[in-house]
């Protein structure tokens, strides 16, 4: 579903300019992604995916911003016709939602928790940077010419599964999402916890991560 007349009306160009922003860093690291568009009343919430793949966790962006008056929106599209819709346009805060529907994302099938998120106190912005960056250089050296796709997918899923130093078991995948997608400053990073499911939130965004399902 999409918004009711195929048309995103965001509540001021500023508003639009960062939903911009936050689409196009995601591109970056994800440049086959989706971005999954859920909107009710005049909240815009969209979520994407910088960590996801078999054996990795499921790392969740999400950058809520305001509507111009209400919306019912709930669609999955891709980040690169998302992207080539804010070229096209003219006005000053609407965009026009992509007809087509992503394929292949099973991550947004995958809802987090609403409610029952208990604190776990604070990581310094600086913490997930140093380790979004350990993790960025591990893969790049691990991810040569020779190394095939399974293999670049297990290194993966094994540095951004594996714990930010100092935390007791937040994945460094939040930390790189973090990162890439902008939200990280100079202040702490607030962590909550839901059954299996991590959230760390700052003034930009929050990212919400959730380890592979043990079979």
């Known amino acids: 579903m999409s918004a009711d007349d195929g048309t995103l009306r965001l509540a001021d160009p500023d508003t639009l300019a960062d939903l911009v922003t936050f689409v196009a860093r995601a591109r970056r690291v994800d440049p086959d992604g989706a971005a999954r568009l859920l909107g009710a009343g005049e909240v815009l919430a969209v979520y994407v995916s910088p960590v996801h793949g078999?054996?990795?966790?499921?790392?969740?962006?999400?950058?809520?911003?305001?509507?111009?008056?209400?919306?019912?929106?709930?669609?999955?599209?891709?980040?690169?016709?998302?992207?080539?819709?804010?070229?096209?346009?003219?006005?000053?805060?609407?965009?026009?939602?992509?007809?087509?529907?992503?394929?292949?994302?099973?991550?947004?099938?995958?809802?987090?928790?609403?409610?029952?998120?208990?604190?776990?106190?604070?990581?310094?912005?600086?913490?997930?940077?140093?380790?979004?960056?350990?993790?960025i250089e591990e893969v790049a050296a691990g991810a040569g010419a020779a190394a095939g796709a399974p293999a670049v997918a297990q290194l993966r899923a094994a540095v951004w599964g594996r714990a930010v130093p100092g935390t007791p078991d937040l994945p460094a995948g939040v930390a790189f999402a973090a990162d890439a997608l902008g939200f990280l400053a100079d202040d702490d990073v607030t962590v909550f916890v839901s059954g299996p499911w991590w959230r760390a939130t700052t003034g930009r965004g929050h990212v919400l991560a959730r380890q592979p399902l043990l079979l």
């Open 54 to 135: 078999t054996g990795a966790p499921t790392v969740l962006g999400l950058r809520t911003l305001a509507l111009a008056g209400p919306h019912r929106v709930d669609t999955v599209v891709p980040l690169t016709a998302l992207g080539d819709r804010f070229a096209r346009t003219t006005a000053g805060t609407e965009v026009t939602v992509p007809p087509m529907v992503a394929t292949g994302a099973a991550w947004a099938g995958v809802s987090p928790p609403r409610g029952g998120w208990a604190p776990m106190g604070t990581v310094a912005a600086s913490v997930l940077a140093a380790a979004a960056r350990t993790g």
